[in-house]
């Protein structure tokens, strides 16, 4: 499924709790998650220091960030399966939180590992 502009202007101007939201919802539905990519993931850091791994809900929300630090990445996709049984369990055990839709001018969410797939599984259970 393709987002056109519209859609992308309207969710990216949302406070960071409701893109997460819309994050769950989206993932669900159409079950692809996505993060940047250039011979590695794209990383980022919170204030404390603490390493964040990037990820939105489509490609076109993923390419919006590619200037400025991540500038050279390209949107790369992986099932959601992936993302919940490989990805998000590593990142929990190497100590780094999933950083929910972030856009040009805002860091996004970044919950626990444990609190993405709990919201998660619940939304599946929509399906």
């Known amino acids: 499924m393709k987002i056109n502009k519209k ?3 309207s ?3 949302l406070p960071g709790q409701k893109r997460y939201n819309s994050f769950i919802k989206i993932v669900a539905d159409w079950e692809e998650v996505w ?3 250039q011979n590695g993931w794209a ?3 919170i204030d404390e220091g603490k390493q964040v791994f990037p ?3 489509a490609k076109e929300y993923a390419q ?3 200037d400025k630090e991540w500038g050279g990445y390209y ?3 992986f099932s959601l399966k992936d993302f919940m049984e490989e ?3 590593n990142l929990k055990n190497d100590g780094v939180l999933p950083g929910v839709f972030y856009t040009p001018s805002d860091k996004g969410i970044t919950p626990t590992v444990d609190q993405l797939l709990a919201d998660l599984n619940k939304e599946l259970e929509n399906y």
């Open 7 to 9: 859609q992308i202007e």
């Open 11 to 13: 969710v990216i101007t």
């Open 35 to 37: 993060g940047l990519y």
């Open 43 to 45: 990383l980022a850091a």
């Open 55 to 57: 990820v939105w809900p």
């Open 64 to 66: 919006l960030c590619t």
């Open 75 to 77: 949107p790369q996709s």
């Open 87 to 89: 990805l998000l369990p």
